[in-house]
T-cell receptor, first 114, second 114 residues
């Protein structure tokens, strides 16, 4: 079974600054996938970034990047040049290879300070 | 809209009522999921359907009854609910092609049981 832990219930950052959201996970599988989802007030969960565990290179998507530390089972999300539209709940999630079912963390609420 | 549509957006029901939540996707996905989202808790997986067959039921009380008539439609039938069932119910779909690209979510149904 997988578990995903997000230890920061809330975070805030000044607009245009950089913020890092933490996530740790536990799995007995050797091949798996990790995700960050964003849930704005509109409630629609939107995929932000995806990481394949067998790839050592950290995934990046424009201002969003991850720091994937496989040995430490850590998967943090870095948001650069924070914008007001980044304000949302952010969920870390994991799935095993061959099974698309996702296990989610409890989420981090990110506030952007103008 | 991301391609997964949930109706209704909001629902208030009494404990003796019977209602249904609907989820529809035309993305060609073969897996569909129901999740329950409560405050400060991880998203709870309720049911999984692969190729319209139920493959997972996470010990969900029988007052929640899912139905998947085809790969594009998923229903959650509700009857004699309890106040603690009040939550956001999210539907999601995924391709089920072994590539683990994550889910596409609907906007959810906010359910209030009175």
């Amino acid at each position: 079974a997988q578990t995903v832990t997000q230890s920061q219930p809330e975070m805030s950052v000044q607009e245009a600054e950089t913020v890092t959201l933490s996530c740790t996970y536990d799995t007995s599988e050797s091949d798996y996938y990790l995700f960050w989802y964003k849930q704005p007030p509109s409630r629609q969960m939107i995929l932000v970034i995806r990481q394949e565990a067998y790839k050592q290179q950290n995934a990046t998507e424009n201002r969003f990047s991850v720091n994937f530390q496989k040995a430490a089972k850590s998967f943090s999300l870095k948001i650069s040049d924070s914008q007001l539209g980044d304000a949302a709940m952010y969920f870390c999630a994991a799935s095993n290879f061959g099974n698309e079912k996702l296990t989610f963390g409890t989420g981090t609420r990110l506030t952007i300070i103008p | 809209e991301t391609g997964v549509t949930q109706t209704p957006r909001h629902l208030v029901m009494g404990m003796t009522n019977k209602k249904s939540l609907k989820c529809e996707q035309h993305l060609g996905h073969n897996a569909m999921y129901w999740y329950k989202q409560s405050a400060k808790k991880p998203l709870e997986l309720m049911f999984v359907y692969n190729f319209k067959e139920q493959t997972e039921n996470n010990s969900v009380p029988s007052r929640f009854s899912p139905e998947c008539p085809n790969s594009s439609h998923l229903f959650l039938h509700l009857h004699t609910l309890q106040p603690e069932d009040s939550a956001l119910y999210l539907c999601a779909s995924s391709p089920l092609q072994g590539l683990n690209y994550g889910y596409t979510f609907g906007s959810g149904t906010r359910l209030t049981v009175v």
